[in-house]
């Protein structure tokens, strides 16, 4: 067991620029979230796939952010025409079905827009 | 009122003694709770989860739960310096399979 694991663990882009973040969950965990986290608050909820079907997205979601997890297993979440608001961590974490929503994280990626 | 909230901190506490840290939240219908460490600049950790009313011991945490207050707490025994981190609760707020995050509370362990 390697843990959930994030790609790139830093990006710095420009305002305007498009950013891709890339999230693989702990082997055999069916559901995997999204998560983002500005300084002194806790996570926020963005997305949420069960296998390879995306079942619940947050209002947070705007229409410039988009996830897939194709085949049901790696993620990924862009993020289009970036804004500064959008500098923040963002967090991967997965879950087993039967394991009664408990999470496990990956290191995140922490996203500047400058 | 957020739906799920706990107290900014800094708690300061000696090494040894024992840290208290509480969690409220609004929706009567949540049924599970979880505690979750974050160091500075990492990720979360989660340590404790519970899921009925009562005590909870992991080494040295202790959860309780009180669904009929909505009130969840994490007693962290014989401090260490070590444990000093910010501490998040979470719930899984209208059973909704997402959690919910308090925004934690910074505990400080002062040698």
């Known amino acids: 067991d390697t843990g959930v694991s994030q790609n790139p663990r830093h990006k710095i882009t420009k305002r305007g620029q498009n950013v891709t973040f890339r999230c693989d969950p702990i082997s055999e965990h069916n559901r995997l979230y999204w998560y983002r986290q500005t300084l002194g608050q806790g996570p926020e909820f963005l997305t949420y796939f069960q296998n390879e079907a995306q079942l619940e997205k947050s209002r947070l979601l705007s229409d410039r952010f988009s996830a897939e997890r194709p085949k049901g297993s790696f993620s990924t979440l862009e993020i289009q025409r970036t804004e500064q608001g959008d500098s923040a961590m963002y967090l991967c974490?997965?879950?087993?079905?039967?394991?009664?929503?408990?999470?496990?994280f990956g290191p995140g990626t922490r996203l500047t827009v400058t | 009122q957020k739906e799920v909230e706990q107290n900014s901190g800094p708690l300061s506490v000696p090494e040894g003694a024992i840290a208290s840290l509480n969690c409220t939240y609004s929706d009567r219908g949540s049924q599970s709770f979880f505690w979750y460490r974050q160091y500075s600049g990492k990720s979360p950790e989660l340590i404790m989860s519970?899921?009925?009313?009562g005590d909870k011991e992991d080494g040295r945490f202790t959860a309780q739960l009180n669904k009929a207050s909505q009130y969840v707490s994490l007693l962290i025994r014989d401090s260490q310096p070590s444990d000093s981190a910010t501490y998040l609760c979470?719930?899984?707020?209208?059973?909704?399979?997402?959690?919910?995050f308090g925004s934690g509370t910074r505990l400080q362990v002062q040698p």
């Open positions: 974490a997965s879950s087993l079905i039967a394991s009664r929503y408990e999470q496990y």
């Open positions: 979470a719930v899984n707020v209208g059973g909704r399979r997402a959690l919910t």
């Open positions: 519970i899921y009925s009313n």
